[in-house]
């Protein structure tokens, strides 16, 4: 009888560490899915980024470049308005 209660004991120690095992790997795969969201979410920020960097630096142009011509006294007439006053309205 104790070595049909050591087997027993052996096969359930078996079954708890491929539990356990089973675990950790549905676990890591979890943490690598959450990794990767993560991931594409910091991509989506920095594109989203770039695309503010790159509208500032066109409407700093034509703002520059309309204070150049108002400086020069050649200032657009209210009927064709400069790119900067579009993007504005």
Known sequence: M???EQ???VVALADLIAK???DDVERHNEHATAIEQLSQGQMK???FT???ATQYGQLFKA???RLDAVEKGGARSE???APVDAAFN
Do not use: K
Request: glycine share 4%; no cysteine.
């Open 7 to 9: 087997a027993a004991a």
């Open 45 to 47: 920020i920095a594109q």
């Open 79 to 81: 009927r064709q308005p």
């Open 2 to 4: 104790i070595r049909f």
């Open 20 to 22: 356990v095992r089973n």
């Open 63 to 65: 703002l520059s470049n």
């Open 50 to 52: 770039d695309g503010l």
